[in-house]
């Protein structure tokens, strides 16, 4: 078969134009073997080859420069169905990064935008093909051509010629070239299937389709002129709900919401004109085998799905006395108010293990579970390795497991070969997994047939004491901490104790780690948020003795030495910038009646009304070591003042390079800065604000762009980014270049100074929210800061008089429509906050609706819907209400 194909493409002096493609004619996608071109015009380049007997052909051009690789289309590869007895000459168009990327997610080829089976198109003798590049049709849509002849439909849309979409995007119509005898003028439109009509005609000038010149030579020609649809810009705008599964609670669950219950709130969300499900992490937490692991952020494995969201009643056991002993211990659970995460646990558990006895065997050998194990078991068998280990050793912590405190695959497989109970333990959580694995599978599947896709949460963090850490150690700095500086979450900053990552490491094998991560989440997700994306550009790095987050430093960074600090006007001494400044003066202030005891028992002096803290309560993490186990009001008091007084310094010293130093967060709040003259102080104020808002701008952009443009091309998921917080100034021209969603939310402003986001001004590449996880669904913020919710009640919501004592369902049915008439692409709301419109359905007590306090590291993640999804289906008034809210403002 003999394929000619053609391209337009203006290059530089010296380059050339190459194709890699499926084929050896065409380097069997190696792109040192690709085919070079012929420039036979200033911008048109050529390749005739024989591409044997195949039946299609994918191929994709890129531009060399000698033998550099200069620029390569975006996306999926050209695609040709071949017959071996035609000949095709391509006419083909370059791919570049189209203006609206996201439509090329998997949320619109898999569900919003879905086709079905992909169809061929049958080629006649002599075939004009025209290939159509366009991801703009809707479900109940199709692309019709429409022409200046009875050939093409006289221009009467009803007698167009339809197109087949052969691959997502990908519009073919075969023309049977005898029947274009002259040059005709046609144009595409998008035909809506439902009222048969055209809503909308390609923009520009009419198109030309030209006969085939007569040739003897080309009796067996295919044609193909490929071309992209001008569809300016299509407003697509959705809206969502977010909730974690562990929040939610139907009838048939065993007390925590369970993958099963997805479904019905799939059903929820098409009963409601929404479109996106949103969810907090999935991952197995379990360390302790406490209520401690509710926390849904710390993970022992970012591949593992947790056990305890496994729908147990897809899988009844046999036995049915054990089953109803299992349904009334799991009813009593599911009335319960709110999690009881530990009782939860032991259940899903016992029953699991019952359900592994009853039918673990045959399950082990199905083909099914072996397909999964081939493509799972890189991360699977060592994740089931390390629970066994964990509950052989009972903890977590690897480093105390002796002989297996480093990872060694060899051992573990002797291990797994030999010991029975290690074997059955393995199995066991293998087993466990794939059953998870099918299960939100499904869920996801289902989400596509109802036009409904899941995002999921990527963490920022993984746990010291987890698979990762104890397989790869190398790719993490396990010497210290991460975190964030102080912002409207927590005073203090917040301290997450997860190790930070070794990019420099990371980067050797191209992110290998990162692309593996992403990947796997693509299984179950059509979309995701990156968790504090903040952390690609730079993380907020803590060191190991403290427990707050205010002696952090970003890294990457640009510290200052002693020299350039002194060249800001400051005067820089060692002792009294790096070291606890205590002053008798304000010790009273922090400790009040208890300021003796306080001297006596943890402070020595250094001079007159100076002192030091003695070295056995010099750090953060040693005081908190003193005084664990004391919780009484008196403890707590002098052990949260000591720990101020660790954080009066007004620099900190950088761990890599120990003769630089970074301003310390926040220091304008010390004594320490107090304590200064006034044009010392007005020198950190100059160098402060150069070094947190300037300097690092350009450095912390080229961060993020040697890591953010590979992860996110290794996934077709639609890519959001958390990036609230201290927003780097860099930040926003990055995202918006690489098309990832941000994060809106009205009461946190990205600018400064601001009291509240201007909803009508919101970018449209971006997720706009009422509230987060992290902070006070709508009617508890309402009541927490009455000054300011009076400045919102007449300034944003344009209301007269006195604020009500309590946020009214039509006050939350004001804010809620605000949010989805704002011009961000998705409007993703809590569900409390989708209820709070209802005064039948919301919640009685608002301060029940909180799902995390960020200020509390041991918070429990425990927060349960009140009523069922069942209940929430029934409920067709509201559900009516909020499909009418959500259409009529423009959201599909």
């Not at 989440?521 to 994306?533: G, L, T, V, W």
Request: net charge negative; aromatic share 14%; charged share 25%.
């Amino acid at each position: 078969m003999r394929l000619k194909l053609q391209i337009d493409y203006h290059t530089d002096w010296g380059q050339t134009v190459y194709v890699c493609g499926s084929v050896p004619a065409l380097g069997n996608w190696e792109k040192d073997k690709a085919a070079e071109m012929k420039n036979i015009s200033p911008s048109i380049w050529e390749l005739e080859i024989e591409a044997g007997d195949v039946t299609d052909i994918e191929y994709q051009y890129l531009v060399k420069d000698q033998s550099n690789i200069v620029a390569h289309e975006w996306g999926s590869p050209h695609w040709l169905r071949t017959e071996t007895d035609k000949q095709f000459d391509v006419q083909d168009v370059w791919r570049g990064v189209p203006q609206q990327k996201f439509l090329y997610t998997s949320c619109f080829s898999e569900s919003f935008f879905a086709h079905g089976d992909n169809a061929k198109v049958k080629y006649y003798k002599k075939t004009i093909l025209i290939n159509v590049t366009c991801v703009n049709v809707k479900k109940n849509q199709k692309l019709i051509l429409c022409g200046a002849s009875k050939a093409l439909g006289d221009w009467k849309p009803e007698d167009a010629l339809s197109l087949t979409q052969v691959r997502f995007g990908s519009w073919q119509v075969a023309i049977n070239a005898p029947q274009i005898k002259t040059t005709l003028e046609y144009k595409l439109a998008i035909y809506d299937n439902s009222t048969k009509k055209i809503v909308h005609w390609e923009e520009g000038f009419n198109r030309v389709l030209s006969p085939l010149p007569s040739s003897p030579a080309k009796e067996d020609l295919v044609k193909v002129e490929s071309i992209a649809y001008r569809y300016g810009w299509l407003n697509w705008k959705a809206a969502g709900v977010s909730i974690p599964v562990f929040s939610l609670r139907s009838n048939d669950s065993f007390g925590i919401g369970e993958f099963s219950d997805l479904r019905k709130m799939i059903d929820w969300a098409v009963a409601t004109g929404q479109k996106i499900i949103q969810v907090l992490p999935i991952n197995d937490t379990t360390i302790t085998y406490t209520w401690i692991d509710s926390y849904p952020y710390n993970a022992i494995s970012i591949y593992a799905l947790h056990p305890i969201y496994l729908g147990l009643k897809a899988y009844p056991l046999k036995d049915e006395n054990l089953y109803n002993k299992y349904e009334r211990e799991a009813g009593e659970l599911n009335v319960l108010e709110n999690v009881d995460y530990d009782r939860v646990l032991a259940l899903k558990w016992r029953y699991i293990k019952d359900l592994f006895t009853q039918s673990g065997t045959n399950t082990l050998k199905s083909k099914d579970y072996l397909a999964f194990y081939e493509q799972n078991e890189e991360w699977l068998f060592p994740y089931a390795c390390f629970s066994y280990l964990r509950d052989k050793y009972e903890t977590a912590n690897f480093r105390n497991w002796k002989t297996n405190s480093a990872f060694d695959k060899k051992k573990l497989i002797k291990l797994a070969e030999t010991d029975k109970e290690a074997k059955h333990h393995i199995e066991l959580s293998c087993f466990t997994q794939y059953l998870l694995h099918k299960q939100l599978v499904d869920v996801k599947e289902y989400a596509h047939q109802n036009e409904v896709v899941l995002k999921g949460d990527i963490p920022i963090g993984i746990s010291r004491d987890s698979v990762e850490a104890w397989m790869e150690p190398h790719l993490f700095n396990l010497d210290v901490q991460t975190g964030a500086p102080p912002d409207d979450f927590s005073f203090f900053g917040q301290n997450w104790g997860f190790p930070t990552y070794n990019w420099e490491e990371m980067a050797k094998d191209g992110y290998r780690w990162w692309l593996k991560r992403f990947r796997k989440m693509a299984d179950y997700f059509d979309a995701y948020r990156i968790d504090h994306i903040l952390g690609f550009f730079r993380i907020w790095e803590i060191p190991l003795s403290s427990v707050q987050g205010l002696l952090g430093y970003f890294s990457p960074a640009l510290p200052l030495t002693a020299d350039e600090i002194r060249s800001y006007g400051l005067w820089f001494d060692e002792d009294r910038m790096l070291k606890h400044y205590i002053h008798e003066n304000f010790l009273g202030n922090i400790f009040g009646s208890y300021v003796p005891e306080v001297i006596e028992k943890y402070l020595q002096s250094t001079g007159w009304q100076r002192f030091e803290l003695k070295e056995e309560f010099d750090t953060q993490a040693k005081i908190k070591a003193h005084f664990t186990g004391r919780e009484d009001e008196k403890s707590s008091f002098i052990r949260d003042g000591l720990y101020s007084l660790c954080n009066e310094v007004l620099f900190v010293r950088d761990k890599r390079e120990p003769n630089k130093f970074h301003p310390r967060i926040t220091a304008q709040y010390n004594y320490s800065y107090r304590d200064l003259d006034d044009s010392a102080k007005e020198a950190f104020n100059r160098l402060y604000n150069e070094f947190f808002y300037r300097r690092h701008s350009q450095y912390w952009r080229d961060q993020a762009m040697t890591k953010l443009p590979t992860l996110i091309s290794s996934t077709s998921m639609l890519v959001c980014g958390e990036d609230l917080g201290m927003v780097p100034e860099s930040v926003p021209s990055v995202m918006n270049e690489l098309q990832i969603l941000s994060l809106e939310i009205e009461r946190m402003p990205k600018e400064r100074e601001v009291l509240f986001n201007d909803l009508h001004h919101l970018p449209y590449l971006s997720v706009c929210t009422t509230s987060t996880h992290d902070m006070s669904p709508l009617r508890l913020w309402w009541k927490e800061d009455r000054q300011l919710t009076q400045q919102y009640y007449n300034q944003v919501l344009w209301k007269q008089g006195a604020a009500p004592e309590e946020c009214t369902s039509d006050l939350c049915a004001q804010i809620v429509s605000n949010h989805l008439y704002s011009p961000a692409m998705l409007a993703i709301l809590p569900l409390q906050d989708w209820l709070s419109i209802d005064d039948k359905l919301k919640r009685p007590v608002a301060e029940d609706e909180r799902i995390n306090v960020p200020a509390i590291s041991q918070h429990y993640w425990r927060y349960r819907m009140h009523l069922t999804l069942e209940e929430l289906l029934e409920a067709t008034d509201f559900n009516r209400r909020v499909k009418s809210m959500v259409g009529s403002s423009g959201r599909e």
